[in-house]
Nanobody, 123 residues
């Protein structure tokens, strides 16, 4: 079974940038749509961004549109999330996931999940 491993989280000041990466171990997700979700303390996990298997269709939550960019490098079997102009409300654990269903925004349509990486944005 494929394992997803996120990296790139950390502490950044408001207005700063971070780039998260997700790599596959023990398998591949090159033919799957992928997504990023996040979960803040005391809140439910929410959709952030998604990309289809070829990388030519992307989807974003309204709260991150224009600030975050999802991309994938098929040759490297990786997916990235470039986060610019970060805000304190972006603070959360960010998860990479492989989509098994057809709806990019729907959490239950995702099967395999990474362990998450913490992003903290200070004001």
């Amino acid at each position: 079974q494929v394992q997803l491993v996120e990296s790139g989280g950390g502490l950044v000041q408001a207005g700063g940038s971070l780039r998260l990466s997700c790599a596959a171990s023990g398998g591949t997700f090159s033919r799957y749509a992928m997504g990023w979700f996040r979960q803040a303390p005391g809140k439910e996990r929410e959709f952030v961004a998604a990309v289809n298997w070829s990388g030519n269709s992307t989807y974003y939550a309204d709260s991150v549109k224009g600030r975050f960019t999802i991309s994938r490098e098929i040759a490297k079997d990786s997916v990235s999330l470039q986060m610019n102009n970060l805000k304190p409300e972006d603070t959360a654990v960010y998860y990479c996931a492989r989509r098994a269903g057809f709806k990019p925004y729907l959490l239950s349509d995702y099967g395999d999940w990474g362990q998450g990486t913490q992003v903290t944005v200070s004001s």
